[in-house]
């Protein structure tokens, strides 16, 4: 089993910058990427970020990229999100997820290309 703990979120001004982590604790010696979603009230939990674990590799979504940044510290099974230039629409819930499949390629910007998920923490930019 594998336990995925999101800390850093809080409430910023629009413009700011707040930094995400999620630490992996448990099964973590498979791992093929780790991603960021997120999810506004009332909405479906879309795709933020992901990188890959072995080589990597970024993909973002087009709403962030610019301003986010995922990087990753595979000593301490760590994954990081720098969100720079916030906005009042990226407040949400953000969730940190694993994928422990092996990394064949493709985006993985899908929900289900994860398989463990973090509880969650809210990020909130005010106007």
């Known amino acids: 089993q594998v336990q995925l703990v999101e800390s850093g979120g809080g409430l910023v001004q629009a413009g700011g910058s707040l930094r995400l982590s999620c630490a992996a604790s448990?099964?973590?010696?498979?791992?093929?990427?780790m991603g960021w979603f997120r999810q506004a009230p009332g909405k479906e939990r879309n795709f933020v970020a992901r990188?890959?674990?072995?080589?990597?590799?970024?993909y973002y979504a087009d709403s962030v990229k610019g301003r986010f940044i995922i990087s990753r510290d595979i000593t301490k099974n760590t994954v990081y999100l720098q969100m720079n230039s916030l906005k009042p629409e990226d407040t949400a819930v953000y969730y940190c997820?694993?994928?422990?499949?092996?990394?064949?390629?493709?985006?993985?910007?899908?929900?289900?290309?994860?398989?463990?998920w973090g509880q969650g923490t809210q990020v909130t930019v005010s106007s």
């Open positions: 448990g099964r973590t010696f498979s791992t093929g990427a």
């Open positions: 990188i890959t674990w072995s080589a990597g590799t970024t």
């Open positions: 997820a694993r994928r422990s499949r092996i990394y064949t390629g493709g985006n993985l910007n899908a929900n289900a290309d994860y398989d463990y």
